[in-house]
């Protein structure tokens, strides 16, 4: 429907599993290596992801892995395997600080960074790593990597010209979406307005294929096609100066993502919240991160670095989120 079809499937989707394939207790906690807190709550995040702990732990990567060097899907496999297989209570996420340039040019060892980059870059080096060995890889097919099969979906873009009621429709493919909070108190209120249509005038007009000039145009995005894991940044920067946008957003343990579709006809799309990210401080540009996550054996933990500590979802439901995690 408009999207091209890959001419190759890297990872089938069949082979997906989304149930914890072992349960048990949660794994160590993590040494904060100077100012690595952002660093340490993906680590976290990632390996209580799981569909991707499955295919970690299964070693199905490294089995098969040609890449020379840096391979993000090697170090988080062996960083899984550390976490959720050792006894140790606490564990040094040294590989990946050592290859922190490698990740993301913008990281350094001895700075705060920002948990969302940390997240966005991560994903995008995983993803790269499991491209490695596929040479002339068409664009679509590049949506089928195992990373895109967990936390991949597609956006469409629907601009209708307001002077010929023309439509042009596009496709992008996420593994995150950014929402605005400056108005919305809660998650459901910021995908409302997320897929609310916006006029396209003055300098961001539209150029109408049909009228042949630039026009005034309306555009609605709307999730297209859904990821199975759906993961959620509330957008806390009020602006360049780091000032920080520090309200209570609500959010549920239980999402239907069937309204913010293009088709809204149809069976509720429901995913449950796994993990989530805080961020603490006056701005942005300090403070601490630490997260929640849901171990396999289906309670909830608050982990702030070396500490994992049992707590229960009505904590979990009340804090600053700043990035949100929901498995289908």
Same mark, same amino acid.
């Given at each position: *429907? ?12 069949? +082979? ?8 048990? $207790? ?54 899984? $395997? ?15 600080? $050592? ?8 990281? *350094? ?14 994903? +995008? ?17 590049? !949506? !089928? ?50 897929? !609310? ?14 009228? *042949? ?17 759906? !993961? ?34 149809? *069976? ?61």
């Amino acid at each position: *429907e408009g999207m091209a079809l890959p001419q190759r499937i890297l990872f089938p989707p069949e +082979e997906i599993c989304m149930d914890w394939q072992q349960r048990q $207790r949660p794994g160590a906690g993590l040494c904060n290596l100077g100012s690595t807190c952002y660093i340490n709550v993906i680590l976290q995040c990632l390996t209580y992801t799981p569909p991707l702990a499955n295919y970690l732990l299964s070693r199905d990567h490294s089995q098969l892995c040609h890449q020379q060097g840096f391979c993000m899907m090697c170090i988080m496999e062996a960083h899984v $395997r550390k976490v959720l297989r050792s006894s140790a209570r606490v564990i040094w996420p040294r590989a990946v600080v $050592r290859d922190l340039k490698f990740i993301g040019e913008e990281f *350094e060892p001895d700075v705060a960074g920002d948990a969302y980059e940390f997240l966005r870059c991560a994903l +995008e080096a995983m993803h790269r790593a499991c491209l490695s060995g596929s040479s002339n890889v068409d664009i679509s097919s590049q !949506t !089928t990597t195992i990373i895109h099969q967990i936390f991949g979906g597609f956006l469409k873009s629907r601009v209708t010209c307001l002077r010929c009621q023309a439509v042009s429709d596009s496709y992008k493919a996420f593994l995150h979406v950014l929402l605005d909070i400056k108005a919305p108190s809660s998650l459901t209120t910021a995908l409302e307005d997320f897929v !609310t249509s916006k006029n396209l005038d003055g300098k961001y007009c539209f150029k109408c294929s049909k009228c *042949e000039k630039k026009v005034t145009a309306s555009k609605r995005v709307t999730v297209h096609r859904v990821p199975n894991v759906f !993961t959620v940044c509330l957008e806390r920067a009020a602006d360049h100066t780091g000032k920080k946008i520090s309200k209570i957003v609500e959010y549920p343990e239980y999402l239907d993502l069937r309204p913010y579709m293009s088709d809204t006809a149809g *069976e509720p799309l429901l995913y449950s919240l796994y993990a989530l990210v805080v961020h603490s401080g006056d701005t942005c540009l300090d403070g601490h991160f630490f997260c929640y996550t849901k171990a396999s054996n289906g309670l909830w933990y608050k982990m702030d670095d070396e500490s994992v500590d049992n707590c229960g979802i009505h904590a979990v439901l009340r804090q600053q989120a700043y990035l949100l995690f929901y498995a289908r």
